[in-house]
């Protein structure tokens, strides 16, 4: 994850010339993960991760080091990668003859080992230009406004026409799509889910499929939810009402406890802003029930920890500090228990995502001083990931906007802007705060604010 260590590290390797194999594993090493972690987490076999870092399989292919720059939190550069502005978010080979990189897809040495070929295919391809693992149908519409095209997409009847894949595949496309979500790229999100579910759904009614459509469910259950948490930060209702819908059938015909937890938690968030604060609530403490006798592992600890700050926002959405107080406690009590920030399961549960969760409820209860003490003891720049930082700071200009600190609000703004610009572009609060500030009388010593505003879609 992101930190002071890790920014250290990405520029060491910005300064200097190693292979792509032992950028992985200085990256790898940096992160505090051995190769089967960061296996798991990019959907590659350890004995591929090992092969890549030891030099005995060439690392060559522009999609597959995109993939594991977004899963080791690297930028595309150190990889000798730069942007392709022209094509939006690609990426193409550095021209410096020390970082070439080869956009063939098929090294040498795959030709020769029929095995370790489809290892590699079975890990890469959701970055590949192949339209059923997220490549948008239509790039063009879909960059001028990607989530009204994943909105229209999803709101049509369920997507069942597409290819299979092998699962392994899948569950490395959905990985990359939580980092570029991490990353706070919500446009780009918004463009890959459309073939990824598609993808996800073929595969799973695929007659072939046999146990494999079981982990197909979990992975379609697993797109619905990062539908849903997309359509939840930016406003879209409707589709975030569909996807979590979608996300709870997908999890229950996965039979997989957590999966269904995580499907669970975000459907609940779903019913808090339609206004059924009650039944979200219930369901939460149901389904944290159902995880309490099997706390063991970092994966329940950090799914029952996001289910108690969920309850605890729900409860300060309502009104009620007390059984706020309560469910944050348990919070923090799993995140003690859990020792550091992780990301097990996608939840970015830990010690420093319940202070976020501390600053949230304290300003959505209107303790504007309070939330801004809780985000004094928490360094931005430990924060681990984009959208959690960039998240943090618009909660922060929340806070100062209630309390009609307009400059304090405008710095933060900005800051969430530096972190994420799709979090002030997308994120209607944002535009609602920008909107007061251009009317406040104090508006002309906030310098730059009208470009901010035209730079972040608000009419001036």
């Not at 990668?81 to 022209?86: A, E, R, T, Y």
């Not at 609940?268 to 339609?274: E, K, Q």
């Not at 029952?304 to 729900?314: C, N, Q």
Request: with cysteine; glycine share 6%; charged share 20%.
């Amino acid at each position: 994850m992101p930190s002071t260590t890790h920014r250290g590290v990405v520029a060491a390797l910005m300064n200097q010339h190693h292979t792509p194999g032992e950028i992985v594993r200085i990256a790898r090493t940096a992160a505090g993960w051995n190769q089967a972690e960061l296996a798991r987490r990019c959907g590659y076999s350890r004995s591929q991760i090992s092969r890549w870092e030891t030099g005995s399989s060439p690392l060559r292919d522009v999609e597959t080091l995109r993939a594991l720059a977004l899963v080791l939190f690297l930028p595309v550069e150190v990889f000798g990668l730069v942007l392709d502005h022209s094509a939006g978010v690609s990426t193409r080979p550095a021209a410096s003859p020390e970082h070439r990189v080869s956009g063939d897809p098929m090294p040498v040495w795959e030709e020769q080992d029929p095995m370790r070929r489809r290892t590699l295919l079975a890990g890469m391809g959701a970055l590949a230009g192949s339209a059923v693992l997220g490549t948008p149908a239509n790039p063009a519409a879909a960059a001028a406004d990607p989530i009204s095209e994943l909105e229209k997409a999803l709101l049509a009847p369920p997507l069942t026409t597409g290819a299979p894949a092998e699962v392994a595949r899948l569950r490395h496309a959905v990985a990359v799509a939580r980092s570029v979500f991490a990353y706070g790229r919500y446009g780009e999100v918004a463009a890959r889910l459309p073939g990824l579910i598609v993808a996800a759904t073929a595969t799973r009614a695929d007659p072939r499929a046999g146990d494999t459509a079981t982990a197909a469910h979990a992975q379609l259950a697993e797109l619905y939810t990062l539908t849903t948490d997309l359509a939840i930060k930016t406003g879209h209702d409707r589709l975030a009402w569909t996807a979590a819908d979608r996300a709870s059938q997908a999890a229950d015909a996965s039979g997989d406890l957590l999966t269904q937890a995580t499907a669970r938690r975000v459907w609940a968030i779903v019913l808090r802003r339609a206004g059924h604060a009650d039944t979200a609530q219930q369901m939460v403490i149901d389904t944290a029930l159902a995880l309490q006798p099997d706390l063991r592992g970092p994966e329940q600890l950090s799914v029952f920890g996001s289910l108690m700050e969920t309850a605890a926002y729900t409860a300060a959405a309502d009104g009620d500090r007390d059984t706020a107080r309560t469910f944050i406690a348990e919070a923090v009590d799993a995140a003690t228990r859990l020792g550091a920030d992780g990301n097990h399961r996608y939840t970015s549960f830990g010690p420093t995502g319940v202070g976020l969760y501390q600053l949230s409820i304290a300003r959505v209860m209107g303790d504007s001083g309070a939330a801004i003490e809780h985000a004094r003891r928490i360094n931005p720049a430990s924060i681990p990931s984009t959208e959690r930082r960039a998240r943090y700071w618009v909660d922060v200009a929340r806070a100062y906007h209630q309390w009609d600190k307009p400059e304090h609000c405008y710095r933060a703004l900005l800051a969430a802007e530096q972190a994420s610009p799709d979090e002030v572009r997308y994120r209607k609060p944002t535009a609602a705060m920008t909107t007061t500030l251009l009317r406040h009388p104090t508006a002309n010593r906030l310098p730059g604010l009208r470009d901010f505003a035209r730079r972040t879609g608000t009419s001036v």
